[in-house]
């Protein structure tokens, strides 16, 4: 058989969105490749999600099935898909870019000699695979070569679910034979970090600061842009880890997202973990040194020179603006 | 415990970088370089790990000549020696080829734990460490922010998507990917520095370790990046442009 698989993930019960952004490049690679296009779901109970995904333009859905599949584990996880995909032999096998894939994904590929192409945000004729490097200021095309299958990881909010094709699609079972003993790491249930006492989420003016800002000594200036402007202060990680700003005002992926009608980036490259958080912003505006910085990729306006001149400046502009 | 970090020497961070004349990596000449920021964290945690428990830490690098500055930054840190691979063709393996070299290497070293940085910051792969676990057939766990020893084996806190963590217990020995802020960094001391000079490198080149190099993802062609909006960049002096973005922000975004 030869095929392309998405292997779908679940969120709080349903398959989450990145998961219907993986199945939309599926079903593109398909149209690309003029391959069939399948969906393989895991887990220990996959029933509900397995009808969820049988209602989308795929030849078949397959359930890979087992108690020991009850709570993520690389081991497990790498066993079961291993299993699979040597009966199904696909020639690709696509998944969403998730914390959980980063964990196994990789480790899967390379039990079968191949390579995992992560984090894609595009792909053309060849087929070629395009993802970033450099931070984001550059764009890698990658090719699979030699035998096997072509593995491959799609970035957040690159391909669009809701271009994803309906249809029926059979659903079948796969039964892996995983013993207890080959899975070696005992995970516990997930749990929140700090109280989330700061919601960016709802915000419709946001401020948010990067390394730009260079000390801490400066975060005032930022706050006062935000205050003028009446936003809300968020940071990208750096500054978080820092401990500039709390953990709790982290913009990103593994902080909030964000939908703000103004989000105003100051001193922030736009590296890719910050740039999936701020996807939903209606207009945004970067304040950098660097001209080529990827957050001018994203944005609607910018202006380009010393943050420390400028944020100032714009705090004034804003407050004269009000009068 | 005996802890092998694997760091990885990347572009500085604000280095203006050009693509090269093949357009298949970055143009190399003139070029600052630094340990990439995660491996920095992975280092940090071995040698509290260390201070805590006793033991070793090793660190492990492979690259061209130009490493050796970061080999001496970790070991001025108080990393207590350092294996190099020597390897000038670096880039054009693929993760599983750079991990191949380092289990290699590792491997005769019997380590307790390994440590490395979530993803280097030139490629971006997030691959090598969780590779690594898989050729030496460990247990690993990635995105870490914090390890505790425990009476058999770790105890360690993995960060989740939006501000979800999970806590995992997992046998040594075992491999672990570092993510950044866990900890705070130190800076090497003037002493550390000094001692650095008198600690061992053992260099290996990649021909002894005899791996396979060929790449299975094959970097094709470096490209810059399609802009996803066209920027409207606002001229002038601070107050010219600050004025003018506030007026854009007024009338044509309508956003205030």
Not at chain 1, 90 to 108: C, G, I, M, S
Not at chain 1, 115 to 140: A, H, K
Not at chain 1, 311 to 320: N, Q, R, S, Y
Not at chain 2, 38 to 63: C, F, I, P, R
Request: contains cysteine.
């Amino acid at each position: 058989m030869s095929d392309i698989w998405v292997v779908v993930e679940e969120r709080d019960g349903r398959v989450s969105r990145i998961s219907w952004e993986a199945v939309s490049a599926g079903q593109k690679l398909a149209a690309l490749t003029g391959l069939a296009v399948n969906a393989v779901v895991i887990g220990a109970q996959t029933e509900a999600l397995a009808s969820e995904v049988a209602a989308k333009a795929l030849g078949k859905v397959v359930r890979v099935e087992h108690p020991l599949l009850a709570a993520y584990t690389a081991d497990g996880f790498t066993l079961a898909l291993q299993q699979f995909i040597e009966a199904e032999k696909p020639d690709y096998v696509v998944f969403p870019h998730t914390y959980q894939v980063r964990d196994y994904a990789p480790k899967l590929a390379a039990r079968l000699g191949q390579v995992l192409i992560g984090d894609v945000t595009g792909f053309g004729e060849g087929p070629v695979f395009v993802r970033q490097l450099m931070q984001g200021r550059l764009n890698g095309s990658y090719r699979h070569s030699g035998n096997g299958p072509c593995f491959v990881s799609v970035q957040a909010g690159a391909f669009r679910a809701d271009e994803v094709q309906l249809g029926t699609a059979a659903v079948s079972a796969f039964t892996p034979a995983i013993e207890p003993a080959q899975i070696r790491t005992k995970p516990s249930e997930r749990f929140r970090g700090a109280a989330q006492t700061v919601d960016l989420g709802s915000a419709q003016l946001i401020v948010g600061v990067g390394r730009g800002i260079k000390d801490p000594a400066n975060i005032p200036i930022a706050q006062e842009l935000a205050t003028a402007l009446g936003a809300e202060l968020g940071a990208s990680r750096p500054i978080c880890d820092n401990g500039w700003l709390p953990m709790e005002r982290q913009i990103g992926s593994s902080g909030q997202t964000i939908s703000p009608k103004l989000y105003l980036a100051v001193g922030i490259s736009g590296a890719i973990q910050h740039l999936v958080g701020i996807k939903g912003s209606q207009c945004v505006v970067a304040i950098n040194k660097d001209p080529d910085a990827p957050i001018f990729e994203v944005a609607d306006y910018g202006i380009v020179g010393d943050l420390m001149e400028i944020v100032p400046a714009l705090t004034e502009a804003l407050k004269a603006a009000k009068q | 415990m005996k802890i092998i970090v694997a760091i990885k020497q990347v572009p500085e961070r604000d280095a203006q970088v050009r693509i090269n004349a093949e357009a298949k990596w970055i143009e190399e000449s003139g070029l600052q370089y630094a340990l990439n920021e995660s491996d920095a964290y992975a280092l940090e945690e071995a040698l509290q790990l260390k201070e805590k428990h006793g033991g070793e830490v090793v660190v492990l690098t492979a690259g061209p000549e130009r490493v050796g500055p970061t080999i001496r930054e970790a070991l001025a840190k108080g990393a207590d020696r350092a294996i190099y691979i020597d390897c000038a063709d670096l880039g054009s393996r693929d993760a599983l080829g750079v991990a191949k070299l380092l289990a290699a290497a590792v491997k005769p070293e019997n380590p307790d734990l390994i440590l490395t940085g979530l993803q280097s910051d030139d490629l971006g792969l997030g691959q090598t460490g969780v590779i690594l676990a898989e050729l030496l057939g460990l247990p690993h766990s990635s995105l870490i922010l914090h390890v505790e020893k425990t009476d058999t084996g770790l105890t360690v806190k993995r960060e989740l998507e939006e501000g979800w963590f999970r806590t995992i217990e997992l046998p040594l020995p075992a491999v672990l990917t570092i993510q950044s802020g866990g900890n705070k960094l130190r800076y090497a001391t003037l002493m550390g520095i000094k001692r650095a000079k008198t600690k061992e490198v053992r260099t290996v080149t990649a021909t002894e370790l005899a791996v396979d190099s060929t790449p299975v993802a094959v970097l094709e062609r470096v490209t810059l990046p399609q802009k996803q909006k066209s920027t409207q960049i606002l001229p002038g002096n601070p107050k010219e442009a600050a004025a003018a973005l506030v007026e854009k922000l007024k009338f044509e975004a309508r956003v205030l």
